[in-house]
């Protein structure tokens, strides 16, 4: 069976404030949105611009407080190029929430709680 993995969701309180989040972080851009046409919800789909996968954004108008994430056991890892460099930019926005130095591998946490682990690319 041929698998292709297309997208990752994580609901928002603020969608606008995740978009930001998103693109000053880790400079992932809107690819598509969908919009309820009463108002119920939006999606916004965030791509890298090399890849197919996308980070689906929902935000539901009726629930506008943080979603509780229970004990937090599960995350996004990304592998980005020049993780030195990206762990310094991130460390300068302060969202950089646990690092592993002897592992190779540090946490960002977004505006809702959501942790993503960063790894550097494979060799």
Known sequence: MKK??????????NLGRSIDFYAQALDLKEVGRIADPDGRFVIVYLGDG???FRLELTELADHRHNYDLG???FHLCLRVGDYEKVKEHHRQ????????????LYFIEDPDGYWIEILPERK
Do not use: Q, Y
């Open 4 to 13: 292709h993995f297309d997208h990752f969701n994580f609901n928002v309180a």
């Open 50 to 52: 090399t890849t197919d």
């Open 71 to 73: 004990e937090g056991e």
């Open 93 to 104: 926005m302060g969202c950089i929430c646990f690092e592993n130095k002897e592992m190779g």
